[in-house]
C-alpha cells in the first residue's frame, strides 16, 4: 500500500540557508501534518493543513512557512537556518482528520 | 487542550519478562490515544489506537494497551518481551486532528 512519501531523505545546509522539505500524503489523504523530532526528542507538532487550508498550528517558527498545493501535498520552507533546526521532520496524513500515518521523516542538519 | 505524560523515561526488562508502558492523559471529551515505536533513525510506526470502540486494544508485535477512563490511563503492554522490543515509544493523543505526544520512553531488553 501506497505511504507518506517524503523527500529528500537526508538534507545537509548551512547557517543562514534556506531549505525546503516535500511531503506526498496518502492519495486521497486531506490532510497533512508537519512535526519537528530533535535528538532525544518527542515530536512537536509544527503545523497541518486541511483541504490546503491551514488548519491547525503549533510551535512553528516565523522563519518556517507550510502550505499545501492542489494536489495535497505539501511543502515546509524553512529559511534562516540555526544549528538548532537540525532534526527529524516528520510528515503524516490522514483522511478528514482521522487516523494519521506518517513518513519516514526528513533528517535535516544545519552545519 | 489535550495531553499525554508517560512515566519513566527509561524501562529496562529482561527477555521473556513483562513490559509495562505508562502513560496518562489529560483531555476535557474522550480522546483518540495512539502508541507509536520508533526505532533509531526509522519513523514512527503505530502500534495501536483507541477509538472509543473495545477499552482492550490490541496491536502490532503482540502489543495491548487498556483504556481506563477512571483512571486516565492508557498503558501499554506486552507479556514476554524480545530483544527486537528496544525501542522508544511514544504515546499520543488526539482529539480528531493532530496529535500531542509524550515524551517518549526508551525500552531496553536484557539478554
Known amino acids: 500500500a501506497a505511504g507518506v512519501i517524503q523527500s529528500p531523505r537526508h538534507l545537509i545546509k548551512e547557517k543562514r540557508e534556506t531549505a525546503t522539505l516535500k511531503c506526498y500524503p496518502i492519495?486521497?489523504?486531506?490532510?497533512v501534518y508537519w512535526y519537528q523530532q530533535g535528538p532525544g526528542q518527542d515530536p512537536q507538532f509544527l503545523i497541518s493543513?486541511?483541504?490546503?487550508?491551514?488548519?491547525d498550528k503549533g510551535s512553528i517558527p516565523d522563519r518556517f512557512s507550510a502550505q499545501q498545493f492542489s494536489d495535497y501535498h505539501s511543502e515546509l520552507n524553512m529559511s534562516s537556518l540555526e544549528l538548532g533546526d537540525s532534526a527529524l521532520y516528520f510528515c503524516?496524513?490522514?483522511?478528514?482528520?482521522?487516523?494519521?500515518?506518517f513518513g519516514q521523516g526528513t533528517r535535516l542538519t544545519v552545519v | 487542550a489535550q495531553s499525554v505524560t508517560q512515566l519513566g523515561s527509561h524501562v529496562s526488562v529482561s527477555e521473556g519478562a513483562l513490559v509495562l508502558l505508562r502513560c496518562n492523559y489529560s483531555?476535557?471529551?474522550?480522546?483518540?490515544l495512539f502508541w507509536y515505536v520508533q526505532y533509531p533513525n526509522q519513523g514512527l510506526q503505530l502500534l495501536l489506537k483507541?477509538?472509543?470502540?473495545?477499552?482492550l486494544v490490541k496491536g502490532i508485535n503482540g502489543f495491548e494497551a487498556e483504556f481506563k477512563k477512571s483512571e486516565t490511563s492508557f498503558h501499554l503492554t506486552k507479556p514476554s518481551a524480545h530483544m527486537s522490543d528496544a525501542a522508544e515509544y511514544f504515546c499520543?493523543?488526539?482529539?480528531?486532528?493532530?496529535?500531542?505526544f509524550g515524551a517518549g520512553t526508551r525500552l531496553t531488553v536484557k539478554p
Open positions: 493543513f486541511y483541504e490546503k487550508m491551514q488548519s
Open positions: 492519495p486521497r489523504h486531506d490532510t
Open positions: 499520543a493523543v488526539s482529539l480528531g486532528g493532530d496529535m500531542r
Open positions: 503524516a496524513s490522514s483522511y478528514t482528520q482521522g487516523e494519521a500515518f
Open positions: 483531555s476535557s471529551v474522550p480522546p483518540y
Open positions: 483507541y477509538t472509543s470502540a473495545a477499552t
